[in-house]
T-cell receptor
Framework: EAGVTQSPTHLIKTRGQQATLRCSPI?????VYWYQQALGLGLQFLLW???????NRGNFPPRFSGRQFPNYSSELNVNALELEDSALYLC???????????FGPGTRLLVL | GNSVTQMEGPVTLSEEAFLTINCTYT??????LFWYVQYPGEGLQLLLK?????DKGSNKGFEATYRKETTSFHLEKGSVQVSDSAVYFC?????????????FGKGTKLSVKP
């Protein structure tokens, strides 16, 4: 069974640009979660999508947004990139409101 | 609110040493508890979990017991290997008032020397 996949593996952008990160959940999982792992800040929850709807978001500004497609894959968009957005972005999936979340390998975003 | 506190690292051990990484939590109700592991340059892998009091999760020689009376979920391994070098995260998920996300500790970096 394929795990959670994310693309791209690495992404380099300059300040002010937009970044788009993609995630495909495990087959059969309808919930997708996004987390940010910035150096020294641990793992911070960004967004939760289920059945195409945003169910919850963490304490991040509106320039962090996303969506979930009918096939349950998801996209995270970060607008007006700032240097401090440099981080590893992790996507996870689960069955709806099931506690066990399975993570992808992450996208490493570098903002110059 | 919900929170997880892990012992701060880094932890450096010799191969075959005994490992304990402490984790305590604060939560209302009955959360599920997890240990995730992150190898260098990779995402998080689920190591083990426990969903109710006194449950013991185990995997790859690692164990952790859900202790409600002490609100703890300490990770142990009897004999570590160099390949166990990684960052370990304790996490909880609380259905009661759940916002869907896992609550993570800050992580404990383990280095095992040959």
């Amino acid at each position: 069974e394929a795990g959670v996949t994310q693309s791209p593996t690495h992404l380099i952008k300059t300040r002010g640009q937009q970044a788009t990160l993609r995630c495909s959940p495990i087959s059969g999982h309808t919930s997708v979660y996004w987390y940010q792992q910035a150096l020294g800040l641990g793992l911070q929850f960004l967004l939760w999508y289920d059945e195409g709807e945003e169910r919850n978001r963490g304490n991040f500004p509106p320039r962090f947004s996303g969506r979930q497609f009918p096939n349950y894959s998801s996209e995270l968009n970060v607008n007006a990139l700032e240097l401090e957005d440099s981080a590893l972005y992790l996507c996870a999936s689960s069955l709806v409101l099931q506690e066990t979340q399975y993570f992808g390998p992450g996208t490493r975003l570098l903002v110059l | 609110g919900n929170s997880v506190t892990q012992m701060e690292g880094p932890v450096t051990l010799s191969e075959e040493a005994f490992l304990t990484i402490n984790c305590t939590y604060t939560a209302t109700g009955y959360p599920s508890l997890f240990w995730y592991v992150q190898y260098p340059g990779e995402g998080l892998q689920l190591l083990l979990k426990a969903t109710k009091a006194d449950d013991k999760g185990s995997n790859k020689g690692f164990e952790a017991t859900y202790r409600k009376e002490t609100t703890s979920f300490h990770l142990e391994k009897g004999s570590v290997q160099v390949s166990d070098s990684a960052v370990y995260f304790c996490a909880l998920f609380n259905y009661g008032g759940s916002q869907g996300n896992l609550i993570f500790g800050k992580g404990t970096k383990l280095s095992v020397k040959p």
